[in-house]
């Protein structure tokens, strides 16, 4: 994704997240929403350099809320 890297060393990560991909036509609550999801892998799981059981097993437990938040369960 074009707006992940560049926003990982701005100090409000989220916001910077948000905003990119409200310029690419993203509305304002997902965009948002993927933010918050995107920041707890990269502040929680670094093992997720790529898509593995491993990455999976921490997204899982670390960013469930972030997860339900926006796509509900």
Do not use: H, R, W
């Amino acid at each position: 994704m074009t707006c992940g890297m560049s926003c990982f060393i701005d100090p409000e990560k989220a916001q910077c997240i948000s905003d990119c991909m409200q310029g690419l036509g993203i509305s304002e609550q997902c965009s948002d929403c993927q933010a918050d999801i995107l920041v707890c892998v990269f502040d929680t799981c670094p093992m997720c350099t790529s898509n593995t059981p491993e990455c999976d097993a921490c997204v899982q437990e670390e960013c469930s809320t972030q997860v339900a938040a926006c796509y509900g369960g």
